[in-house]
């Protein structure tokens, strides 16, 4: 990649606080494997993601971050609640990609029910904080092949 290391923001869901645990546990580890250097911040809820990574984006004049992990978990409830955080999120987050040209990872599980989410999220079983931070450090690498810093 370059000289420095690779560095990256997770942006952290913290509703489901064990679930946004165990996805942080994935990505740390693919990043610490990569030799990649990341900042960890939290956030209420999926929805307040995409506003979290658009604040960094902005704060930073040459935008010190690499690129951005979004890591969170929404599981279906009894109102269509479920079905805006999702659309929204995932809105939210493919707009910064294109707009401002951002490396995202998008790691919001969206499940029927906490079992769903925990096979999703677990290290030992599909690992998606690990699969979300590679697929981040590999559209780092995508963005440079295009000169884009």
């Known amino acids: 990649m370059t000289d420095r290391p690779v560095k990256i923001l997770i942006i952290e869901a913290r509703f489901y606080q064990d679930i946004a645990d165990e996805l942080a546990r994935g990505a740390v580890a693919a ?15 999926a929805f307040e993601i995409p506003a979290a990574i658009n604040f960094a984006a902005q704060a930073a004049a040459n935008d010190s971050h690499d690129g951005y992990i979004a890591l969170g978990c929404v599981i279906r409830g009894e109102t269509s609640h479920y079905d805006y955080v ?12 294109l707009q401002k040209n951002l490396a995202i990872g998008y790691g919001i599980i969206t499940v029927e029910n906490r079992d769903q989410a925990w096979v999703r999220a677990a290290v030992g079983k599909k690992n998606k904080g690990r699969d979300v931070a590679n697929a981040c450090l590999r559209m780092i690498e995508v963005k440079r092949q295009f000169g884009l810093k």
Request: net charge negative; glycine share 12%; with cysteine.
């Open 31 to 45: 990043l610490d494997a990569a030799g990649a250097v990341y900042e960890r911040v939290a956030v209420p809820g």
């Open 86 to 97: 999702c659309s929204e999120s995932a809105r939210g987050l493919q707009d910064l990609a």
